[in-house]
Nanobody, 124 residues
């Protein structure tokens, strides 16, 4: 059974930075991609960023327009860990951030495994 454990959320002022981490358990787990999503109160969950894990596209990064230039997704293959460096944070970035692993379809939507979420709050 694969488990994803997120960490790094918290409270930060607008313009500040946070780094989220998501570690996947399971020695033989080899995802094809890992990603971050977020869900703000009263809104649907939305795609934030994804990174391909293997194959010819390994390491390729994908971002939502709302975070391009401010957020960076990266990975540690050996630790099966994905990171999300969030800079220039805005109040509208406030949400619960979810890690996802192993896409079953669209990299922007479909994943087999999900973390429990970590709260990010950006104060104005």
């Amino acid at each position: 059974q694969v488990q994803l454990v997120e960490s790094g959320g918290g409270l930060v002022q607008a313009g500040g930075s946070l780094r989220l981490s998501c570690a996947a358990s399971g020695r033989t787990f080899s995802p094809n991609a890992m990603a971050w999503f977020r869900q703000a109160p009263g809104k649907e969950r939305e795609f934030v960023a994804a990174i391909s894990w293997r194959g010819l596209s390994a390491g390729m990064q994908y971002y939502a327009d709302s975070v391009k230039g401010r957020f960076t997704i990266s990975r540690d293959n050996a630790k099966i860990t994905v990171y999300l460096q969030m800079n220039s944070l805005k109040p509208e970035d406030t949400a619960v951030y979810y890690c996802a692993a192993d896409s079953s379809g669209s990299l922007y939507r479909d994943y087999n495994y999900w973390g429990q979420g970590t709260q990010v709050t950006v104060s104005s």
